[in-house]
Structure formats: structure tokens, C-alpha cells
């Protein structure tokens, strides 16, 4: 037995476990539950509802030896001391006896049940945690039939107070656990709730001005032990056991949560049935127990009932509801008709199986396929990616992690708490950036460079790196030195390369500068090191391991002259109305979508797809874990899946692909991708025990998040830890114009106006109105004051925002949220023109 | 905005404490937002969260916390009776009737001219001088013990008188 490992009796069972450990930990490790409301294992332990309570003895020993003292039978003797503790506080120890379920203990156990339950309201038959509640639980278990207490001392409170608009407070049921205020401050550090007042008035509170407003709210609703704090898309929306649960996969960024899609049958919805709720489903590998706010609240649009649900084709100039069989005809004999110069465009939105087909559709036709995107990064991150074996939650003392060009908080929430917390258990974290980001305040390092400057900033670290002599040009920013050399000595190091600022060309450039500094430092290749893209979209990973790869001209240029346009799960001309005038008159479209876009405007043939929620897939993330989906909802209307859509049509043009089902399109990916030679639904499927327990019988312990038992996925290995050999290569930059005024910067907002986010009521508050970022420096030149009126032109086209000014801009350089209809893919330059006469000028 | 009156007093808090926690400022800079018109407003916290870089809900958290500290406007003047057991066989309770009357308010009441806000509270830690109350306002916190119907109405028209002076 080593020394850092202790034995203790618990219940009469002997155990070993490490020394030190929380005895709560360490006895439900032995299979022996503690009942617990305050403590959380991801969170640090307060002692904060007493319900733990359990009696320990401890060995008495030798004043001088140290060694156990022995009774007349050799046994160690063991003092007990004269009150209960709490096992969620107390660390184990050698020779400890420890007794949760005698008689005492329980008694302590049960007096506090009873005391909680005094000016707790047993409104259990109404409340939307009952089912799945700890009190309740606790209560069947130890809580006494009948009450001590008088019934007229106990506290009333408000039932219904809105710490925000998606989460609300029934103040009479919080039992004061503070689970989600350390949540809050502890994991997310947005310490927008808190307790005031005290004793039994104590209640949670928010002064924060929009309220309860923080990317990962929802959360705190799966933690609470009791209906406490609900979400107000399922206050009174369904008793918990009604509800079936479909495992599926975020779709909304590159992180790839695992989620549960709880739904039932709805009278509302004419006994069809609907998403009630999402909730994350515990994977640690990828997103613990949480997920966000956008992943929690934005499923709604699958089921908007602007959905498309009919096929349709383009008759006299209008679309007309169709039957498939007609549809599919006429995209046919378009096809053959007009598909001598066919260009297929498809979104990062879809599954591997759709961008598989879709691959081999447009190939079999002899068009040309790409993805609508303009970031690089999709090849390194095959060679290069984190590997099996890897996992954000391992990275601490020793390591680094650098993230360049992106705002993880906006971009990758989840992906932007874990970094967190490795820096905060140790990680040195290197943020790179042409602003102030959230996530610097838990950097080692900040480097700040100039927009666009991102490649050059990575080559000056690489300079520092190996020492070559031709890229000490690019040695000029501030904190290259210090950051080279943390990632030199690091054990492991992750980079998170981002799009902010970039175009597709310096893209390209950002990511062959940070693959090289990778190989420079030996971080490529094994577990826990390597490079993570920030997609934009979930599966823009998948897309690359497809075949699927940005053009490589600007896509304007990529329309010119085309007779047949495809265009799956993008919207291009939506994102920019520009580039209808590129396409030529003539050109026959099929669109496949869920939405009637502006793209399905243009379209001749309209294919309704199924949403992530109706069908099964597998999406690939940004780590190049890929992971599967399950259908949770009888189809929309006729939709179909997209993969489907397009082998139907296949079959009509000759071109042969697997057509009966999503596992049988990943067989033949599997034959056909050597990356994905290993994976197949059944493995994908596969499951591991994690810690800590979450649902089910533990659901006291670590929360409604649901137990992963639907798989945890594969983690894809890079060619690398394959063996073989990286090649590191960068370009130099080229020289940049000069004198071309402002540039705009397209810059991700979470909840933006996209698609899949605007059509959610819930989040419509949140979302907002795009802002012009603008810098002190313009806004002066310009006599523009906070919230005035600008128009902005780019591209021939004009727009107008309120200006929002940031000092930490720079001259030079306005950001404008990514959005629909802008055609602001990637920086360019601009021209304001402020829309009133400010009042400053006025006075003039 | 306490920027605006008091810029050179907040410099001088703030001087205190050092810079990686300066959150410990929050309580001297609730004295003061405090001290300026009898209670913590709003706008207040908000300004005292931005100068020690806190979410508004941590520095508003505090004054439900701290008996001392109010959240909306009283009295120029606090009366705070302790009524707890010691003092209340000493005779507070009826002490607090009698001055409720002198001043026609119940208690937790001000008074028509806005000067005196009575409050019975918990213990002051000065049983053996019961009937007793502190007195909150203008210059702080002041202990009056000992005292009886006759010397209170004294002191109410001194403060009175006091401040029709000034």
C-alpha cells in the first residue's frame, strides 16, 4: 500500500482511497451514498446544508511514537468525537471508522431534513423538479411524516422572481445551498447572483444590470437540489417523467456538447411530439456536465413552423409545393440539362454523412464541390490535431495553451471554460489578440498585435523558438519572447487558432506559422498536444475530413460562369445578397435547407432537410472527436435527411451511393476515408464509467445532467501520432496596402442572427442589436458619440449601426458583429459616415 | 455620482489597500455612499462596482448582509433601539412605545419633517445601560445609554435645533 493511499472501515466495509480525500467522495467511490444538497463535486466544498452528517472515529495514537494506540485485542482504539461531521468537508485519513448509516447518523441526517423542510413548501405536485428532485428524494428517504414545527413560523416568500428572463427563482424553495452562486463565481466567474440578508432571510439576489445574464445560466438549474431556480422554457412545462430522452450532439459550435433531447407528445402541437427541454449529457472528455445558454435555449428553430416541409420546384417563375418524386425529376433532368459547369456549395452545418454524399454526388457529375468557408486550418488540424488519449480537462502545472485570432467566450463557450480552468489549475495560458478578450484575465501572457497581424505575430514567436534569423522582422510585439519560450518548455501545449481578423489568405498563413511553432516545440504528435481550429460552424472539421474545402478563389468569382448551382445547408446568397449578380441568369439552383432562405429564392428545385433533432448523423468537432446523433422527433412535414436527398437523386443520375441509412453512408466512409477507417456507429456507441456520477440514482450528488450511456465518441488520431513526418512550412507576408482607411472586422457574437438562432423566443432579448465597435480615436475625427447613428459602407453596399465605442480599439479599425445579409465574411475596407448631426456639431 | 464630491476621499480608501485587493475598499466606499444621503442607492453600487472592477451584485449583496447598511431612504437621523431580552427587562420595550409616541410614528417610521427614523434592533452589547439606542446620521454613530422619555425628547430637539442653525 503505498502512503498516499489511506485504508478506512465505512459501514462496516473496508476501503482504500487516496489520503486526503473528501470522505463523501471517497465512500460513494466504495459504492456508499452520503446524502448531500450543498456539496458538488466540481465545485469546492463549503459545509454549507450540514446533511452529510455522519460519525467518525479516528485511531487514537502514540504522543511521542505517533503509532496507533492498541487496546488488550490488538485493535487500534478508535475515539469518536461527541458531535456529527460532515463528510463533504471532512479529508480522510489511515485507520479512520466511519459510520453513515447507524443509528445517530441518520438521526443527525433526518433532524435536518426536518429543519429544511420547516419553511420549505411541499408544492412537490406542481413543481417541475419533482420527479427528479434530492429533497424529495431525501425527504421519502429520511424526512419525518409529521412536522415539529409550527406551521405558522414558516417563511413565506416571493414564488415567481425573475433573476433574468430565461431563469427564475421560486425564493420559498431555495434551501441556501449556494450550488449555483459558487457555480457562478467558482466555474464561470460571472458573479451576477448572490446571497443577501441572512439567517432565514437569506435570499438570492441580483443587482447585475441585464439580471441572472451569463453564457452559462441554465446550468445552475441542473445543479439546484430542489425546483428552486427553473428555466422559463420548462417552468410548468412537463412533469420529468413524461419525457423521453434522445442523446444528440450541439449544433451549434465546433466544442460538439453532448446533449439530451428530452420530448413529449404535445396537445398544443396536435399530439406530435416536441423538444421540452435540452440538457447536457455528461461526457469529460468534452463538456463535463454543462453546456451553454446557446445549446440549452436556441433548439426551438427545428421545430419553427416556418420550417420548409414540401418539396418544391420553380413553375412560371414562382416555387410550387411539389410531390418528391416530381421534384427529384425535375432536379434530375436540370441536372443533365444544365450540369456541364455544376458548382456544389455546402455548409459546415451538416452531418459527415450528408457532406459524404454530397462529395460524391457533385464528383460523380463531374462539378466541383467545396465548403462555403473561408478559414484554413482543416488539413493541419488531420495532421496535426489533438489525438486519442487527449483531454482539456488533463491539462495543468507544466502545460500551455495559446489561443490566437479568436474570443473563446463568444465563439466556443465551453471550449473557453475549460481553458479557464486548466490556467486557473496551472496551464500557462498565452492569449494572442487584437483586442481585449475575456479569457486575458487568466493569461499568463498577453500578446497584442495589430488586426490582420496574427500570422507575423505567431512567425515573431517562432523566430524566438528556433532562432532563424530571417523571421526576426516579425520579432516586434510585445510578449513573443515570454510566449515562445512558455511554449518551449511546456509539457503539453494546445493552440487554439481562430478566424478574428483573418482572411482566407492570411488564414492560411496563421495556420502554417502555428503549425510550425508546434513542430518547433515538439508539440505535435502525442496526446494533449496540438491545434484546434475555431470553426464557425459545428462541423466544419467533418467537411475538411470530407473532401470538402473552402474556395480558393473569393466564391464570387466561383459563381461566374456556372450553369448548375448545389447548394446544401448554406445560404449564400442570404449571408450576401451581392452575389446573386455573380451567378449567370441562366444557371439552374437546387437548395436543400430548413429554412426558406434567400437562397431558396433563387433556387429551381427546393428540398426540405431534417433538422439535427429528426434524424441520426455524426458531426466531427473541433478537437476531431466525432460523435453521434440520434433522432429525437417524427420528421418536419416530407423532410428528409440530407444525406438521403441526395442519394435519391443519385440514383437518378447514375451515380451510385448508400442510400438506406446514416450508419451504412459512415460504413462506406470508413472504406473510403482512411481517418475515419475505425469508426462505425456500433463503436461510436460505446461508453465509460465517469466520475462524477450525474442522473439517475445520483442525482443528489452531481445534478439532472443526464448519464452518458448512448457513446462518448471517438477521438480521431492525427497523422502525426500516426508516425508521420510534419512539414512545416510558412509563407512570408506579403506587404499591405497602405493608406486604405478603415478597416471593418467581421467579430463572432454567441447569440448571433444566424438561422439557427434567430427563430428561439427566448433567446430574443439577448440577442440584441449589431453594434458598430468603434475606437476613441475615429469616434472623435468623426464626432460620434455612444449609441449615434453611422452608415458604413463596403463592397458597394450600405448599411447603418448604432457606434458603441471601446477605447482598447485601435485607429483604423471598426468590428461588426458576424450577421446575415452584411456580405462581411472577412475584413475589408470601409466608409463612415455618421447619419445625424451630433450635437457636438451642432454647437459648431 | 460620489466621484463629484468626495473624488479625494475614495483617491485616499483606495490608497489603502493594495491594488490585487482592492475589492476590500467596498465596505469604506459603502460608509461613505452611505454617509452622503442616508442610504445606498443604486446608482451607488454601481459606481462603486466599477471603481473596484465588481460585479454591481457583490458590492449590492453586502448591504442586505450588514445591518447598518440601508437600501432606501429614511430619516436624516436613525434611532435604533436595542429591544432584545437583557434590555427589555430594563424597560426598552416600553422606552420604545413612549418615544413612538413622542415622535407620532410607529416604529420603522420617520417622522413628518424627515428627520428621525425609529428601529428597534438586536443586541448593542450595552445591557447594563438599557433603555439604550444608537443613533445613525450626521457624523456617524453615536451611543446614547441610560436613557429615559425626557433626555431622548432633549436630544431630538438639540439635533433639532442643531440643524435649523446650521
Same mark, same amino acid.
Given at each position: 500500500?503505498?502512503?498516499?493511499?489511506?485504508?478506512?472501515?465505512?459501514?462496516?466495509?473496508?476501503?482504500?482511497?487516496?489520503?486526503?480525500?473528501?470522505?463523501?467522495?471517497?465512500?460513494?467511490?466504495?459504492?456508499?451514498?452520503?446524502?448531500?444538497?450543498?456539496?458538488?463535486?466540481?465545485?469546492?466544498?463549503?459545509?454549507?446544508?450540514?446533511?452529510?452528517?455522519?460519525?467518525?472515529?479516528?485511531?487514537?495514537?502514540?504522543?511521542?511514537?505517533?503509532?496507533?494506540?492498541?487496546?488488550?485485542? *490488538?485493535?487500534?482504539?478508535?475515539?469518536?468525537?461527541?458531535?456529527?461531521? &460532515?463528510?463533504?468537508?471532512?479529508?480522510?485519513?489511515?485507520?479512520?471508522?466511519?459510520?453513515? @448509516?447507524?443509528?445517530?447518523?441518520?438521526?443527525?441526517?433526518?433532524?435536518?431534513?426536518?429543519?429544511?423542510?420547516?419553511?420549505?413548501?411541499?408544492?412537490?405536485?406542481?413543481?417541475?423538479?419533482?420527479?427528479?428532485?434530492?429533497?424529495?428524494?431525501?425527504?421519502?428517504?429520511?424526512?419525518?411524516?409529521?412536522?415539529?414545527?409550527?406551521?405558522?413560523? #414558516? =417563511?413565506?416568500?416571493?414564488?415567481?422572481?425573475?433573476?433574468?428572463?430565461?431563469?427564475?427563482?421560486?425564493?420559498?424553495?431555495? +434551501?441556501?445551498?449556494?450550488?449555483?452562486?459558487?457555480?457562478?463565481?467558482?466555474?464561470?466567474?460571472?458573479?451576477?447572483?448572490?446571497?443577501?440578508?441572512? %439567517?432565514?432571510?437569506?435570499?438570492?439576489?441580483?443587482?447585475?444590470?441585464?439580471?441572472?445574464?451569463?453564457?452559462?445560466?441554465?446550468?445552475?438549474?441542473?445543479?439546484?437540489?430542489?425546483?428552486?431556480?427553473?428555466?422559463?422554457?420548462?417552468?410548468?412545462?412537463?412533469?420529468?417523467?413524461?419525457? @423521453?430522452?434522445?442523446?444528440?450532439?450541439?449544433?451549434?459550435?465546433?466544442?460538439?456538447?453532448?446533449?439530451?433531447?428530452?420530448?413529449?407528445?404535445?396537445?398544443? =402541437?396536435?399530439?406530435?411530439? +416536441?423538444?421540452?427541454?435540452?440538457?447536457?449529457?455528461?461526457?469529460?472528455?468534452?463538456?463535463?456536465?454543462?453546456?451553454?445558454?446557446?445549446?440549452?435555449?436556441?433548439?426551438?428553430?427545428?421545430?419553427?413552423?416556418?420550417?420548409?416541409?414540401?418539396? =418544391?420546384?420553380?413553375?412560371?417563375?414562382?416555387?410550387?409545393?411539389?410531390?418528391?418524386?416530381?421534384?427529384?425529376?425535375?432536379?434530375?433532368?436540370?441536372?443533365?440539362? /444544365?450540369?456541364?459547369?455544376?458548382?456544389?456549395?455546402?455548409? %459546415?452545418?451538416?452531418?459527415?454523412?450528408?457532406?459524404?454524399?454530397?462529395?460524391?454526388?457533385?464528383?460523380?457529375?463531374?462539378?466541383?464541390?467545396?465548403?462555403?468557408?473561408?478559414?484554413?486550418?482543416?488539413?493541419?488540424?488531420?495532421?496535426?490535431?489533438?489525438?486519442?488519449?487527449?483531454?482539456?480537462?488533463?491539462?495543468?502545472?507544466?502545460?500551455?495553451?495559446?489561443? +490566437?485570432?479568436?474570443?473563446?467566450?463568444?465563439?466556443?463557450?465551453?471550449?473557453?471554460?475549460?481553458?479557464?480552468?486548466?490556467?486557473?489549475?496551472?496551464?500557462?495560458?498565452?492569449?494572442?489578440?487584437?483586442?481585449? !478578450?475575456?479569457?486575458?484575465?487568466?493569461?499568463?501572457?498577453?500578446?497584442?498585435?495589430?488586426?490582420?497581424?496574427?500570422?507575423?505575430?505567431?512567425?515573431?514567436?517562432?523566430?524566438?523558438?528556433?532562432?532563424?534569423?530571417?523571421?526576426?522582422?516579425?520579432?516586434?510585439?510585445?510578449?513573443?519572447?515570454?510566449?515562445?519560450?512558455?511554449?518551449?518548455?511546456?509539457?503539453?501545449?494546445?493552440?487554439?487558432?481562430?478566424?478574428?481578423? /483573418?482572411?482566407?489568405?492570411?488564414?492560411?498563413?496563421?495556420?502554417?506559422?502555428?503549425?510550425?511553432?508546434?513542430?518547433? !516545440?515538439?508539440?505535435?504528435?502525442?496526446?494533449?498536444?496540438?491545434?484546434?481550429?475555431?470553426?464557425?460552424?459545428?462541423? &466544419?472539421?467533418?467537411?475538411?475530413?470530407? %473532401? $470538402?474545402?473552402?474556395?480558393? #478563389?473569393?466564391?464570387?468569382?466561383?459563381?461566374?460562369?456556372?450553369?448548375?448551382?448545389?447548394?446544401?445547408?448554406?445560404?449564400?446568397?442570404?449571408?450576401?445578397?451581392?452575389?446573386?449578380?455573380?451567378?449567370?441568369?441562366?444557371?439552374?439552383?437546387?437548395?436543400?435547407?430548413?429554412?426558406?432562405?434567400?437562397?431558396?429564392?433563387?433556387?429551381?428545385?427546393?428540398?426540405?432537410?431534417?433538422?439535427?433533432?429528426?434524424?441520426?448523423? &455524426?458531426?466531427?468537432?473541433?478537437?476531431?472527436?466525432?460523435?453521434?446523433?440520434?433522432?429525437?422527433?417524427?420528421?418536419?412535414?416530407?423532410?428528409?435527411?440530407?444525406?438521403?436527398?441526395?442519394?435519391?437523386?443519385?440514383?437518378?443520375?447514375?451515380?451510385?451511393?448508400?442510400?438506406? /441509412?446514416?450508419?451504412?453512408?459512415?460504413?462506406?466512409?470508413?472504406?473510403?476515408?482512411?481517418?475515419?477507417?475505425?469508426?462505425?456507429?456500433?463503436?461510436?456507441?460505446?461508453?465509460? *464509467?465517469?466520475?462524477?456520477?450525474?442522473?439517475?440514482?445520483?442525482?443528489?450528488?452531481?445534478?439532472?445532467?443526464?448519464?452518458?450511456?448512448?457513446?462518448?465518441?471517438?477521438?480521431?488520431?492525427?497523422?502525426?501520432?500516426?508516425?508521420?513526418?510534419?512539414?512545416?512550412?510558412?509563407?512570408?507576408?506579403?506587404?499591405?496596402?497602405?493608406?486604405?482607411?478603415?478597416?471593418?472586422?467581421?467579430?463572432?457574437?454567441?447569440?448571433?442572427?444566424? &438561422?439557427?438562432?434567430?427563430?428561439?423566443?427566448?433567446?430574443?432579448?439577448?440577442?440584441?442589436?449589431?453594434?458598430?465597435?468603434?475606437?476613441?480615436?475615429?469616434?472623435?475625427? $468623426?464626432?460620434?458619440?455612444?449609441?449615434?447613428?453611422?452608415?458604413?459602407?463596403?463592397?458597394?453596399?450600405?448599411?447603418?449601426?448604432?457606434?458603441? +465605442?471601446?477605447?482598447?480599439?485601435?485607429?483604423?479599425?471598426?468590428?461588426?458583429?458576424?450577421?446575415?445579409?452584411?456580405?462581411?465574411?472577412?475584413?475589408?475596407?470601409?466608409?463612415?459616415?455618421?447619419?445625424?448631426?451630433?450635437?457636438?456639431?451642432?454647437?459648431? | =455620482?460620489?466621484?463629484?464630491?468626495?473624488?479625494?476621499?475614495?483617491?485616499?480608501?483606495?490608497?489603502?489597500?493594495?491594488?490585487?485587493?482592492?475589492?476590500?475598499?467596498?465596505?469604506?466606499?459603502?460608509? $461613505?455612499?452611505?454617509?452622503?444621503?442616508?442610504?445606498?442607492?443604486?446608482?451607488?453600487?454601481?459606481?462603486?462596482?466599477?471603481?473596484?472592477?465588481?460585479?454591481? !451584485?457583490?458590492?449590492?449583496?453586502?448591504?442586505?448582509?450588514?445591518?447598518?447598511?440601508?437600501? #432606501?431612504?429614511? %430619516?436624516?437621523?436613525?434611532?435604533?433601539?436595542?429591544?432584545?431580552?437583557?434590555?427589555?427587562?430594563?424597560?426598552?420595550?416600553?422606552?420604545?412605545?413612549?418615544?413612538?409616541?413622542?415622535?407620532?410614528?410607529?416604529?420603522?417610521?420617520?417622522?413628518?419633517?424627515?428627520?428621525?427614523?425609529?428601529?428597534?434592533?438586536?443586541?448593542?452589547?450595552?445591557?447594563?445601560?438599557?433603555?439604550?439606542?444608537?443613533?445613525?446620521?450626521?457624523?456617524?454613530?453615536?451611543?446614547?445609554?441610560?436613557?429615559?422619555?425626557?433626555? !431622548?425628547?432633549?436630544?431630538?430637539?438639540?439635533?433639532?435645533?442643531?440643524?435649523?442653525?446650521?
Amino acid at each position: 500500500m503505498s502512503s498516499s493511499q489511506v485504508k478506512l472501515m465505512i459501514d462496516g466495509n473496508t476501503l482504500e482511497a487516496p489520503r486526503g480525500m473528501l470522505l463523501v467522495d471517497a465512500a460513494l467511490r466504495a459504492g456508499i451514498d452520503v446524502p448531500v444538497f450543498c456539496y458538488h463535486p466540481k465545485m469546492e466544498p463549503v459545509g454549507m446544508c450540514r446533511m452529510c452528517l455522519v460519525e467518525i472515529g479516528r485511531p487514537s495514537r502514540d504522543r511521542q511514537s505517533g503509532e496507533f494506540l492498541l487496546d488488550e485485542n *490488538d485493535q487500534p482504539i478508535i475515539n469518536f468525537g461527541p458531535n456529527l461531521e &460532515t463528510a463533504c468537508t471532512t479529508r480522510i485519513d489511515e485507520g479512520w471508522v466511519v459510520y453513515i @448509516n447507524s443509528e445517530r447518523a441518520l438521526e443527525g441526517q433526518k433532524q435536518i431534513v426536518e429543519f429544511l423542510l420547516t419553511s420549505h413548501p411541499l408544492d412537490c405536485p406542481v413543481c417541475d423538479k419533482g420527479g427528479e428532485c434530492p429533497l424529495q428524494d431525501l425527504t421519502m428517504l429520511h424526512g419525518p411524516g409529521i412536522s415539529r414545527f409550527s406551521f405558522h413560523d #414558516k =417563511m413565506n416568500s416571493l414564488k415567481r422572481v425573475a433573476l433574468g428572463e430565461l431563469i427564475i427563482l421560486d425564493r420559498e424553495r431555495c +434551501i441556501q445551498c449556494a450550488r449555483c452562486i459558487r457555480f457562478q463565481e467558482e466555474i464561470v466567474d460571472d458573479p451576477v447572483i448572490e446571497f443577501s440578508n441572512r %439567517g432565514r432571510s437569506l435570499e438570492i439576489v441580483t443587482f447585475s444590470e441585464p439580471g441572472f445574464d451569463s453564457y452559462f445560466s441554465g446550468n445552475t438549474t441542473d445543479i439546484c437540489p430542489v425546483g428552486a431556480l427553473t428555466t422559463s422554457d420548462f417552468r410548468f412545462g412537463s412533469r420529468p417523467w413524461e419525457l @423521453n430522452a434522445a442523446a444528440s450532439i450541439c449544433p451549434h459550435c465546433p466544442v460538439g456538447c453532448n446533449i439530451i433531447l428530452n420530448t413529449r407528445r404535445e396537445v398544443k =402541437m396536435g399530439g406530435s411530439e +416536441i423538444v421540452k427541454r435540452v440538457l447536457p449529457r455528461q461526457n469529460e472528455m468534452i463538456n463535463e456536465i454543462w453546456i451553454c445558454d446557446k445549446g440549452r435555449f436556441a433548439y426551438s428553430y427545428a421545430m419553427d413552423s416556418e420550417r420548409l416541409s414540401q418539396p =418544391m420546384i420553380r413553375v412560371g417563375g414562382e416555387l410550387e409545393e411539389t410531390s418528391w418524386d416530381n421534384a427529384l425529376k425535375v432536379a434530375a433532368e436540370g441536372l443533365k440539362q /444544365s450540369g456541364a459547369n455544376l458548382l456544389g456549395l455546402a455548409g %459546415g452545418r451538416a452531418s459527415n454523412e450528408d457532406l459524404y454524399n454530397f462529395k460524391q454526388l457533385i464528383q460523380g457529375l463531374d462539378g466541383v464541390s467545396m465548403l462555403n468557408d473561408f478559414m484554413a486550418g482543416g488539413k493541419q488540424n488531420q495532421q496535426i490535431g489533438l489525438g486519442p488519449g487527449s483531454n482539456l480537462g488533463d491539462l495543468g502545472v507544466g502545460d500551455a495553451i495559446v489561443v +490566437i485570432a479568436s474570443d473563446l467566450l463568444e465563439e466556443a463557450p465551453i471550449w473557453w471554460l475549460r481553458v479557464k480552468q486548466a490556467a486557473e489549475r496551472g496551464a500557462k495560458l498565452i492569449v494572442a489578440n487584437a483586442r481585449f !478578450t475575456k479569457l486575458e484575465k487568466y493569461s499568463a501572457h498577453t500578446v497584442r498585435y495589430s488586426f490582420g497581424d496574427a500570422p507575423e505575430t505567431v512567425l515573431g514567436m517562432l523566430h524566438y523558438v528556433t532562432g532563424d534569423s530571417s523571421l526576426n522582422k516579425y520579432a516586434k510585439v510585445d510578449g513573443q519572447e515570454e510566449s515562445a519560450r512558455i511554449i518551449k518548455e511546456a509539457t503539453n501545449a494546445v493552440l487554439f487558432m481562430g478566424s478574428e481578423g /483573418s482572411d482566407s489568405e492570411s488564414s492560411k498563413r496563421l495556420v502554417q506559422a502555428c503549425g510550425s511553432l508546434l513542430a518547433a !516545440t515538439e508539440h505535435i504528435g502525442k496526446a494533449n498536444n496540438g491545434l484546434i481550429p475555431v470553426w464557425l460552424k459545428n462541423n &466544419t472539421q467533418g467537411a475538411w475530413d470530407m %473532401g $470538402l474545402t473552402p474556395p480558393e #478563389k473569393h466564391l464570387a468569382e466561383e459563381f461566374r460562369d456556372r450553369t448548375a448551382l448545389y447548394l446544401m445547408a448554406c445560404d449564400p446568397f442570404g449571408d450576401n445578397p451581392e452575389m446573386l449578380q455573380e451567378l449567370p441568369q441562366d444557371a439552374f439552383v437546387i437548395v436543400q435547407e430548413l429554412f426558406h432562405t434567400p437562397s431558396v429564392d433563387r433556387a429551381d428545385v427546393v428540398f426540405p432537410a431534417q433538422s439535427f433533432i429528426e434524424r441520426d448523423g &455524426t458531426l466531427t468537432s473541433g478537437e476531431r472527436v466525432v460523435q453521434l446523433f440520434y433522432p429525437a422527433v417524427s420528421p418536419h412535414g416530407e423532410s428528409l435527411p440530407d444525406w438521403k436527398i441526395l442519394a435519391r437523386i443519385g440514383a437518378l443520375l447514375g451515380v451510385a451511393m448508400e442510400s438506406t /441509412s446514416a450508419a451504412g453512408v459512415m460504413n462506406r466512409i470508413a472504406e473510403d476515408i482512411e481517418d475515419y477507417g475505425e469508426i462505425h456507429y456500433r463503436e461510436l456507441m460505446n461508453r465509460e *464509467d465517469q466520475w462524477p456520477p450525474v442522473g439517475g440514482k445520483q442525482i443528489y450528488f452531481g445534478g439532472t445532467a443526464y448519464e452518458n450511456s448512448q457513446g462518448i465518441g471517438i477521438r480521431l488520431s492525427s497523422r502525426a501520432q500516426r508516425g508521420e513526418a510534419y512539414e512545416p512550412v510558412w509563407k512570408e507576408s506579403p506587404k499591405k496596402p497602405k493608406g486604405e482607411g478603415i478597416r471593418i472586422v467581421p467579430i463572432v457574437k454567441l447569440y448571433d442572427q444566424g &438561422t439557427t438562432v434567430l427563430p428561439s423566443l427566448l433567446l430574443a432579448q439577448r440577442i440584441g442589436q449589431p453594434e458598430l465597435v468603434i475606437g476613441q480615436e475615429d469616434a472623435d475625427r $468623426l464626432l460620434l458619440q455612444n449609441g449615434a447613428q453611422v452608415e458604413v459602407q463596403w463592397n458597394g453596399t450600405a448599411h447603418q449601426f448604432p457606434v458603441a +465605442i471601446d477605447n482598447d480599439i485601435p485607429e483604423g479599425i471598426v468590428l461588426l458583429p458576424r450577421n446575415r445579409q452584411l456580405g462581411l465574411e472577412m475584413p475589408m475596407a470601409c466608409n463612415l459616415t455618421p447619419v445625424k448631426p451630433t450635437s457636438k456639431e451642432k454647437g459648431e | =455620482m460620489l466621484q463629484d464630491n468626495h473624488a479625494t476621499e475614495i483617491a485616499q480608501i483606495l490608497e489603502r489597500y493594495p491594488q490585487a485587493s482592492k475589492r476590500a475598499a467596498v465596505m469604506p466606499l459603502l460608509f $461613505l455612499a452611505q454617509r452622503e444621503v442616508g442610504f445606498i442607492s443604486r446608482d451607488a453600487i454601481n459606481e462603486i462596482a466599477g471603481l473596484l472592477d465588481l460585479d454591481p !451584485t457583490d458590492v449590492g449583496s453586502l448591504i442586505g448582509y450588514y445591518t447598518l447598511f440601508y437600501d #432606501k431612504p429614511g %430619516g436624516k437621523y436613525r434611532i435604533q433601539i436595542c429591544t432584545d431580552l437583557p434590555c427589555a427587562l430594563r424597560g426598552a420595550e416600553k422606552f420604545s412605545h413612549e418615544v413612538c409616541e413622542m415622535l407620532n410614528i410607529q416604529v420603522g417610521e420617520t417622522t413628518e419633517d424627515g428627520f428621525f427614523t425609529l428601529e428597534e434592533v438586536m443586541c448593542l452589547a450595552a445591557c447594563d445601560r438599557a433603555p439604550l439606542f444608537q443613533v445613525q446620521g450626521k457624523g456617524g454613530i453615536q451611543y446614547h445609554e441610560n436613557m429615559t422619555l425626557e433626555s !431622548t425628547t432633549a436630544f431630538i430637539e438639540s439635533i433639532r435645533e442643531q440643524d435649523a442653525n446650521e
